[in-house]
C-alpha cells in the first residue's frame, strides 16, 4: 500500500528524495553542461520573473491591471527597503537587489507546486547566490574606500585594549556571512518540504478501530496548516535575503562604526 508508514525495509517513503537532481534527458551522469530539474526550474523562475515585469506591464496603463498592480506594488516593496537600509546612495544597486528577490521569491514560490523541484532547497544554488552578494560587496567596498573599508573592523569607540580582539571577531564573523547568508536560505526551505513530504504520506494511512475503517483527519489537517505556513515562509525567507544583502551593501558603502 502507498500509504504505509513500514515496511520489510523501514520507511517506505523517503522525505529528501524530493531534492535529488536527475538529468532531464536519459539517465546518464551529470556534468556541469547536462540540462537538470534544477536547470529547468531555474529557468522557469526566470521566465516567471519575465512575465510579470515585461508581458504583464506592456501596457503601462493609468489604471493598472492586477498582474501590473502586483509588479508596482514588489518593485515599490524592495525599493523602499533598498532606499531605508542602505540609503540613497544605495538605490543604484536596486536593480542587482530586485533580481535576487524576484529570483529567490519565484523559486520559492514554483517549488510549492506538487510534482515540481525546489531549486532553493539547495547549496549549490544557494552558495552561489550567498557568495555572489557577499564578492560584490567587497569588491565594492575596497573600490569605493581602498583600505578605508577595513575600517569595517575596526571599532574606534571601543576601549583600545579591546579593539584587536573586536577586530578579530568582526573578520571571522564577516568572513561566515556568505555561509550563514546561504545555510539559512536553504535550511528553511529544506527542512520546510522535508515536514510536508512526512505529513503527506502519512496522510493516506488509515486505522482500524472497533467502529470500521476511518481515515486519519489529523495528517490532512497538518500539511494544510504546513503548507500555508510554507507559503508564508516562501516570501519571508526571501525578504530575509534581500533584506541581509542591503545590510552588508550598507557596510560596504559606509564601512566606518
Not at 160 to 173: M, T, Y
Request: glycine fraction near 8%; charged fraction near 10%.
Amino acid at each position: 500500500m502507498a500509504g504505509e508508514a513500514h515496511s520489510e525495509g523501514g520507511l517506505a517513503f523517503h522525505p529528501l528524495d524530493q531534492f535529488k537532481i536527475h538529468p532531464l534527458f536519459g539517465e546518464g551522469p551529470i556534468q556541469w553542461y547536462t540540462p537538470t530539474n534544477v536547470t529547468l526550474w531555474m529557468a522557469l523562475a526566470v521566465l516567471c520573473v519575465i512575465g510579470l515585469f515585461v508581458l504583464g506591464t506592456r501596457g503601462r496603463a493609468v489604471i493598472p491591471s492586477r498582474v501590473q498592480s502586483v509588479a508596482e506594488l514588489a518593485y515599490g516593496f524592495v525599493y523602499k527597503m533598498v532606499e531605508d537600509v542602505t540609503g540613497h546612495d544605495g538605490v543604484k544597486y536596486f536593480p542587482y537587489i530586485f533580481t535576487v528577490f524576484l529570483f529567490i521569491l519565484f523559486s520559492n514560490f514554483l517549488g510549492l507546486i506538487p510534482g515540481s523541484f525546489t531549486t532553493t532547497s539547495h547549496i549549490a544554488v544557494t552558495a552561489i547566490l550567498g557568495f555572489g552578494v557577499f564578492i560584490a560587496v567587497t569588491l565594492l567596498g575596497f573600490v569605493l574606500h581602498g583600505a578605508h573599508f577595513l575600517g569595517l573592523f575596526w571599532m574606534k569607540d571601543a576601549p583600545l585594549v579591546l579593539r584587536p580582539i573586536i577586530a578579530v571577531i568582526e573578520l571571522i564573523s564577516y568572513f561566515v556571512r556568505p555561509v550563514s547568508h546561504s545555510i539559512r536560505l536553504a535550511g528553511n526551505i529544506m527542512a520546510g518540504h522535508a515536514v510536508m513530504k512526512v505529513f503527506a504520506a502519512f496522510a493516506p494511512m488509515i486505522l482500524i478501530s472497533t467502529i470500521g475503517v476511518v481515515v486519519t483527519p489529523v495528517s490532512v489537517l497538518a500539511i494544510t496548516a504546513i503548507y500555508g505556513l510554507e507559503v508564508l515562509v516562501a516570501f519571508i525567507q526571501a525578504y530575509v535575503f534581500t533584506i541581509l544583502t542591503c545590510v552588508y551593501l550598507k557596510d560596504a558603502l559606509h564601512p566606518g562604526h
